[in-house]
């Protein structure tokens, strides 16, 4: 049986190393090794069954499936980096990843790691924590066929409820990843506006609320619970407290438009929409820091209509 290891137990990374390790225990198969640079945050993980490793360097040398699950480009590029000078062999081993990053970045993995004889599949993912908790995040996958057909039966209706296949071309389910949040931030932009609309106009955020979820479905529902909170399930999370990790961290969102707009550039494509969202993200950031969600777009919008940034639900300040 082959050894899995996790590298990456951010807001994503524990929901999704958690499902895993629970589906290998329901087959007796090897526990889940994993580590995380705070790799204290790796306990409930351990709770579960899984197995701290020290380092990266040591889960590549004993798994032959390797996921990874970290913030941005230049992380994955450390720990290829990493593996490669480990001097461990890497022939044969799978490395996933499941982070957003650029094609080029992919690009380059594919090539380092092929010179190791080892394959590498992009596989990012679609949904928040929430549906990472759930297992039924939407996966891109591509790279090598063979040794996605490894893999997958890891990732359906373990972690996720739909692979998409993107075919040989690793470089595909990062470009399709990356065109998803386009419509995931403008999402999030028009419904942070409605909601703020809501609330000057008298309406209420409330009935505004039962209409996002009803008309415009599930995943809009989610952004609006995130943000204007109708007085029911959850927190004003586009401004979480202080000493919470955000659900979707927004210089995480900062990071994947600003890899829209690179890939645009270079086609000569436009997106006047996504501007205006990543515009009033980098504001909410300005204004608020970093300790919010890639819903706090919300909070700038309320500030330009003359409310406070906060509302009821959220953190009220930076001092607490
Ligand atoms: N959150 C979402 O809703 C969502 C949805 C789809 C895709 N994504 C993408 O999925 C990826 C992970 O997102 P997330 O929300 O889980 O992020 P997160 O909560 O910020 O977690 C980031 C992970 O990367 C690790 N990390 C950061 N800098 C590092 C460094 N210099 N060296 C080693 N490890 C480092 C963190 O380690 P520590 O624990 O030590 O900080 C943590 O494990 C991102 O690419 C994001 O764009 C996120």
Known sequence: MIQI???GLGSMGLAMASNLQRHLARKTAPSLMYSNRTISRGDPLKKL?????????KLVSQCGIIFTMV????VLQELVTTAINSGHSLKDKIFVDCSTVLPETVGATVSKLKEKEAKFLAAPVFGGNPIAVDGKLVFAIGGPKQAAEVVKPYIQDVMGRKVIDCGEDAMKSSLLKIAGNIVTVNLMEAVGEAQVFAEKTGLGTGPMEDLIGEAFGAVAGGYSKRIA???RLTTGAYAPPLDSRPGFGVSLAIKDAKHAFSMAKEHNVELPGLQV??????????????CLDSSSMYGYL???AGL?????????????
């Open 49 to 57: 069954g899984g197995t701290p490793a020290s380092s990266f360097s």
């Open 229 to 231: 909170d109708a007085g």
């Open 5 to 7: 290891g996790w590298f």
């Open 277 to 290: 969202s990543l515009d009033n993200m980098e504001a909410a950031r300005e204004y608020a820091g970093e």
């Open 302 to 304: 309320r500030q330009k």
């Open 308 to 320: 406070e940034f906060w509302n009821e639900k959220s953190r009220q300040g930076n001092s607490q």
């Open 71 to 74: 913030s941005n480009d230049s």
